[in-house]
């Protein structure tokens, strides 16, 4: 009886022994064994074997694919009794496609990849060399492809200006996607499963493809960019009205309507609805008026189009994937902030921002309290530039402005016992301090998520400058036109919040702070391009100027030196 246990377990060792050996069939070691041996030439040998083997771009994920292959005994992923598997022609379609999320599909071997399928579907058998340098291009392409999806192509500490939302700790395994991928059937649900879960991403691809659509009926049309020396109003007449009308129709923002020969040139009232929808999704003063801004936004080819989209998919995928209940959320390049619940925007105001040397910076942090009545303390950059220098000229400034002069133990000073033509940022001992009132710089309230930067929303009492077109107009921090609604909404938990006490709050001789129930996340940040939940293209000016340093970069060909090892 012994015996006969023993050789029952022996057996069930060796079949354990031989489920994990023949994860690859017998069959394929005798038919793909050349290839294997391919492979690890190619990828023990010479990096040059690789580049110069029909193709151009360098491998990216040599010491991962090292791993990957010597897994599996070095046998090919792609193909299999040495033809290309479907799995290999979706991963060239999908390469294909990546310039819909604003990649080079250069970067992914695309060329030398179309070079080994086309002579495939010529019906030339590929060599075992060409095989082998086949399935170690489309496993690398996968594994950048996927990286850059999930995380982006460009780090954003390599640009100018800041940036400093955390983006996303925890890359999921490529490595492991791709042995899915080739283990299943699924290679375009590994692949594109790692693009950013936000509803906009999909909704931006979507105009990629539609502004893609678009490019060459509009290099057809042959219009030339212009613009008038004076604004154009509904029922004047000018050369460039019939061009104008036919963009309008072009981009979806006027339905064709007939008009007589001889009013083609008149800048009717159907055609000024048409202005005002465009300027809307261009986040311009929709008055109707023609003027400089809106025509240059006219002027802008589907081609210009898409390069915005392109970098704001960017931006969207060095985001962290965690889906907020509640945050507020500003947009640099849109002058806006909405306060979110449940993905519904419970209030939406526009905001003055940084002035373009002075700008906001794109950051996150939690706001914990909000203050009525605030006193404000003149930050260094600002008492250096403004406030001294208008002292210099008049000791009055002062009291006008209802400023004091402080010590740093909080103790007031005369201001006439300071020799102000002595005084600059770098040697003045002193703080400088606006009392609560209708003349402070911060307005009647300011709402505080603390960061390093001391960049906070608050009130303003320049409310005219709401109502300009561009309101890079502060010195870092974030001025909203709807400061009473802002606080209304975040104290709505604390019921001896009324109305009523907010307004007196808000008109009180000392400061008041009130601290938030729940931290509420801040998240600023900078868009040029979005497509929102009714697909409707929404463009800002890039008033930065950030755009085109990242366009570059995503442009530019990747080298091993650029890019580095993927994993």
Request: glycine share 4%.
């Amino acid at each position: 009886m012994s015996t006969v246990i023993g050789f029952r377990v022996l057996l069930l060792l060796l079949l354990s022994i031989l489920s994990e050996v023949t994860f690859f069939p017998i069959k394929a070691f005798s038919n793909d064994a050349p290839i294997a041996l391919e492979i690890r030439s190619l990828l023990e040998g010479n990096e040059t074997q690789i580049s110069v083997a029909n193709n151009p771009s360098p491998i990216h994920s040599r010491s991962t694919l090292l791993t990957f292959y010597s897994e599996r005994a070095f046998l090919p992923g792609w193909s299999v009794a040495q033809q290309p598997t479907c799995k290999a022609r979706d991963l060239q379609y999908l390469i294909r496609q990546a310039g819909f999320d604003g990649l080079l599909p250069e970067d992914y071997h695309l060329e030398a990849i179309n070079t080994l399928f086309d002579k495939d579907m010529a019906g030339t058998s590929l060599s075992e060399r060409e095989l082998a340098l086949l399935d170690i291009l489309l496993s690398d392409a996968f594994l950048l492809y996927a990286h850059h999806l999930y995380k982006g192509k460009v780090h954003p500490e390599h640009l100018n200006g800041i940036w400093d939302i955390r983006t996303k700790q925890n890359e999921p395994s490529t490595l492991g996607r791709l042995n899915r991928a080739l283990s299943g059937t699924h290679v375009k649900e590994e692949l594109l499963s790692l693009r950013p879960k936000f509803g906009i991403y999909e909704r931006m691809r979507q105009s990629m493809k539609k502004l893609n659509g678009l490019e060459k009926a509009y290099h057809q049309k042959n219009w030339i960019a212009f613009s008038v020396e004076e604004p154009l109003e509904v029922n004047q007449r000018n050369e460039h009205v019939s061009q104008i009308r036919e963009k309008l129709v072009f981009w979806g923002d006027l339905e064709s309507y007939p008009v007589l020969a001889e009013q083609r040139d008149k800048y009717d009232s159907i055609m000024a609805e048409g202005v005002r929808r465009f300027q809307r999704r261009n986040g311009l003063q929709s008055d109707g008026v023609l003027g400089r801004a809106t025509l240059e936004a006219l002027n802008q080819s589907p081609e210009q189009l898409m390069d915005k989209v392109a970098v704001n998919l960017e931006r969207l995928r060095w985001l962290p994937d965690t889906t907020l209940q509640d945050f507020i959320l500003v947009n640099i390049a849109n002058y806006s902030m909405d306060l979110i619940r449940n993905r519904d925007t419970l209030l939406h105001s526009n905001v003055i921002v940084g002035k373009s040397y002075r700008k906001t910076p794109v950051f996150n942090a939690n706001m914990s309290y909000l203050v009525f009545s605030p006193t404000w303390t003149i930050p260094p950059t600002i008492l250096k530039n403004d406030v001294l220098p208008a002292i210099r000229k008049n000791i009055n400034y002062l009291a006008q402005k209802n400023m004091r002069v402080i010590d740093h133990s909080g103790q007031e000073i005369d201001p006439t016992t300071v020799d102000w033509q002595q005084m600059t940022g770098a040697n003045f001992p002193y703080l400088i301090r606006q009392n609560p009132g209708p003349q402070n710089s911060l307005g009647l309230v300011k709402f505080m998520f603390p960061n390093s930067y001391s960049v906070y929303i608050h009130d303003t009492p320049s409310r005219e400058l709401f109502y300009r077109e561009d309101r890079a107009l502060s010195s870092g921090c974030i001025r909203i036109q709807k400061p009473f609604e802002l606080a209304q909404l975040l104290l709505k938990d604390q019921p001896r919040w009324s109305d009523e006490r907010i307004r007196s709050a808000m008109q009180q001789k000392t400061e008041q702070i009130v601290r938030l129930n729940q931290k509420i996340p801040v998240i600023i940040l900078y868009l040029t391009f979005w497509t929102d939940s009714n697909q409707i293209q929404n463009i800002r000016k890039d008033i930065y100027d950030r755009d085109s340093e990242l366009l570059k970069l995503l442009q530019t060909p990747l080298t091993s030196s650029v890019m580095g090892e993927q994993n």
